[in-house]
Structures are given as structure tokens and as C-alpha cells.
């Protein structure tokens, strides 16, 4: 998780959510917050921001003078560059802090050097994660723009020199070519969003393509396999569908061990805020 002077939901309700990164103040739309109420209504007037959607994917933000143009949180697994974008987001998703930690002690636990895969892997949080730990990273993401803020976030964190290999090009196809190089990893994490296209246009439909990725990312696997890590943030995928479709893709129709749960976020007065999913393998009972 992330120390309270990094990170902190502050409240949420009404649609909304309101968070601190660092010392700034951020208001966000947030659709599992809709027919919520606010618990502390009074914080909302000191956001910093506020994004607004103008589109099912985009909108405009409303600053006031003290934001600056990036800023940086920390967490033990590295250090991140943050900046509000056309989307609403700002760079870093603090939902997912629970499964850096998961991924580097699955990596520890190993003891062997791992080679790790990290699909569609936005800034680059599951990649300080791993590289932290000692694993040789394979970083892939659409974007190019994205691929030099996660490169940026390694420098902050000190791992410019780790072995990390950043390629832009869209999941599926470097999957399927890894699979006619030869190629093997011994652990995928995979974030994919429910629609998205690849450098070259290339089309992504969760519903169609999550579980032919994922019986190709079973093959890349296939001979030493020590963890596999899948998130959504997509309306449809709770839990069980999301274990459902890890165990599908990668097992089989058997039982093997798979854990899913919901992704929250908890105020300091305990509220908690769905935020997204996880399905994990091997299952541990620790979900923090």
C-alpha cells in the first residue's frame, strides 16, 4: 500500500471520488461511487482538480493555479511521475499497490532468476514491481507517449540500468510472435482494458480476445510457470468472471489454485470503493 503522505482516498459518493496524491487534491468521476453518498462534503472544496467527462472516453480538466505540471508519489517498489491526462487519469492507478507487493514476493519466494511479461503495461507500476525483486522484464504497451513515462518512472526509481526491455506493440501480436520465436516467461501480468487498439490500429474487444490472448500467454508459460496476474477495470468482469476466464485460458476447465477478489480503495474512516478486480495464480491468503 502506499504511505498515507503518498496516496489517500479522501471521500467518495455521488459519482465521484476525491484523492491526495502527495499534497495535491484530485476529483475525479468514479461510476462505482453513483448513488453513494459523501461522507465529508466539506473536503471537496479544496480539490486542486477536477475532471469532467465530455465523452465516453475523454473530457477537460478544471486546475486551479497551485497544480503543477507533474509531480511525483512514491511507493517501496519505486517512484512515480504524475500528470493529468485527456483521459482523467493522472498516472498511476493506487488500487493496484496490493499486487506489486503480491508480484515481487511471488518473484523472492521463486529463488531463480524469472523473466517476466507485462501486458498492456501503462507506466510501468508491475514493472518496478518485478524489476525490484530481481526479474528480467519484458514491459508492452500501445502507446509510445506511455512507454516514455514508465521509462521516466524506472529513472526516478533508480532502475535505468535494470533489465527491462520497453516495446511498443500491441499485446497479442508480440505474444504470438514470442510464440514463433521460441520465447518463454515464466510469469505474465496482464491489465487489459475493455476496448483498444494497438500502435498499427490493431483491434482489442475484451469479450472476444481475453481468452485466446490468455491460452497464448498459457504457452509462453507452459514449461516453468511461476505466477500469473490478471486485472480488470471493465463493467461485466466481477471476480468470478474473471477467474473464470484465467482458469479457461491458462488451465483448463480443472480447479488450480486461482484467487480472485475485488480491488478497493479504503478511506481513512474505513469506507471502501470498488476499484476493479484481480485474478491471481497461485492463490495465497494474504490479499493485501
Given at each position: 500500500m502506499f504511505k498515507s503522505d503518498q496516496y489517500e482516498l479522501l471521500d467518495f459518493g455521488e459519482g465521484r471520488k476525491l484523492e491526495r496524491f502527495g499534497q495535491y487534491i484530485i476529483d475525479r468521476p468514479s461510476p462505482p461511487a453513483d448513488r453513494l453518498a459523501r461522507s465529508t462534503?466539506?473536503?471537496?472544496?479544496?480539490?486542486?482538480?477536477?475532471?469532467?467527462?465530455t465523452s465516453a472516453e475523454t473530457g477537460k480538466w478544471r486546475f486551479d493555479s497551485d497544480l503543477p505540471a507533474t509531480w511525483k508519489v512514491s511507493h517501496e517498489v519505486g517512484t512515480f511521475e504524475l500528470k493529468p491526462t485527456d483521459f482523467g487519469h493522472v498516472g498511476v492507478f493506487p488500487e493496484q499497490a496490493k499486487n506489486w507487493?503480491?508480484?515481487?514476493?511471488?518473484?523472492?519466494?521463486?529463488?531463480?532468476?524469472?523473466?517476466?511479461?507485462?501486458?498492456?503495461?501503462?507506466?510501468?507500476?508491475s514493472t518496478l514491481?518485478?524489476?525490484?525483486?530481481?526479474?528480467?522484464?519484458?514491459?508492452?504497451?500501445?502507446?509510445?507517449?506511455?512507454?516514455?513515462?514508465?521509462?521516466?518512472?524506472?529513472?526516478?526509481?533508480?532502475?535505468?540500468?535494470?533489465?527491462?526491455?520497453?516495446?511498443?506493440?500491441?499485446?497479442?501480436?508480440?505474444?504470438?510472435?514470442?510464440?514463433?520465436?521460441?520465447?518463454?516467461?515464466?510469469?505474465?501480468?496482464?491489465?487489459?482494458?475493455?476496448?483498444?487498439?494497438?500502435?498499427?490500429?490493431?483491434?482489442?474487444?475484451?469479450?472476444?480476445?481475453?481468452?485466446?490472448?490468455?491460452?497464448?500467454?498459457?504457452?509462453?508459460?507452459?514449461?516453468?510457470?511461476?505466477?500469473?496476474?490478471?486485472?480488470?477495470?471493465?463493467?461485466?468482469?466481477?471476480?468470478?468472471?474473471?477467474e473464470a476466464s484465467l482458469l479457461e485460458g491458462v488451465f483448463g476447465a480443472c480447479g488450480a489454485g486461482v484467487d480472485s477478489f475485488p480491488l478497493t480503495l479504503t478511506t481513512d474512516g474505513g469506507r471502501k470503493l470498488l476499484s476493479g478486480v484481480v485474478a491471481r495464480w497461485p492463490a495465497t491468503m494474504d490479499r493485501d
Amino acid at each position: 500500500m502506499f504511505k498515507s503522505d503518498q496516496y489517500e482516498l479522501l471521500d467518495f459518493g455521488e459519482g465521484r471520488k476525491l484523492e491526495r496524491f502527495g499534497q495535491y487534491i484530485i476529483d475525479r468521476p468514479s461510476p462505482p461511487a453513483d448513488r453513494l453518498a459523501r461522507s465529508t462534503p466539506r473536503l471537496w472544496k479544496r480539490a486542486n482538480a477536477r475532471f469532467e467527462r465530455t465523452s465516453a472516453e475523454t473530457g477537460k480538466w478544471r486546475f486551479d493555479s497551485d497544480l503543477p505540471a507533474t509531480w511525483k508519489v512514491s511507493h517501496e517498489v519505486g517512484t512515480f511521475e504524475l500528470k493529468p491526462t485527456d483521459f482523467g487519469h493522472v498516472g498511476v492507478f493506487p488500487e493496484q499497490a496490493k499486487n506489486w507487493l503480491w508480484i515481487a514476493h511471488q518473484i523472492q519466494r521463486a529463488k531463480r532468476p524469472l523473466k517476466v511479461l507485462n501486458l498492456f503495461a501503462y507506466t510501468g507500476g508491475s514493472t518496478l514491481a518485478a524489476a525490484s525483486a530481481g526479474a528480467e522484464v519484458v514491459h508492452i504497451d500501445s502507446a509510445k507517449n506511455v512507454i516514455g513515462w514508465a521509462r521516466r518512472n524506472a529513472k526516478h526509481s533508480n532502475f535505468s540500468d535494470a533489465p527491462i526491455r520497453w516495446i511498443c506493440e500491441d499485446a497479442f501480436t508480440f505474444v504470438r510472435r514470442e510464440l514463433k520465436r521460441g520465447n518463454t516467461y515464466e510469469a505474465v501480468i496482464l491489465d487489459p482494458p475493455a476496448y483498444g487498439h494497438g500502435p498499427k490500429g490493431e483491434p482489442w474487444k475484451l469479450n472476444d480476445h481475453l481468452i485466446p490472448l490468455l491460452t497464448a500467454c498459457r504457452e509462453l508459460t507452459a514449461k516453468r510457470r511461476a505466477f500469473m496476474l490478471l486485472t480488470c477495470h471493465s463493467t461485466g468482469f466481477g471476480p468470478a468472471e474473471l477467474e473464470a476466464s484465467l482458469l479457461e485460458g491458462v488451465f483448463g476447465a480443472c480447479g488450480a489454485g486461482v484467487d480472485s477478489f475485488p480491488l478497493t480503495l479504503t478511506t481513512d474512516g474505513g469506507r471502501k470503493l470498488l476499484s476493479g478486480v484481480v485474478a491471481r495464480w497461485p492463490a495465497t491468503m494474504d490479499r493485501d
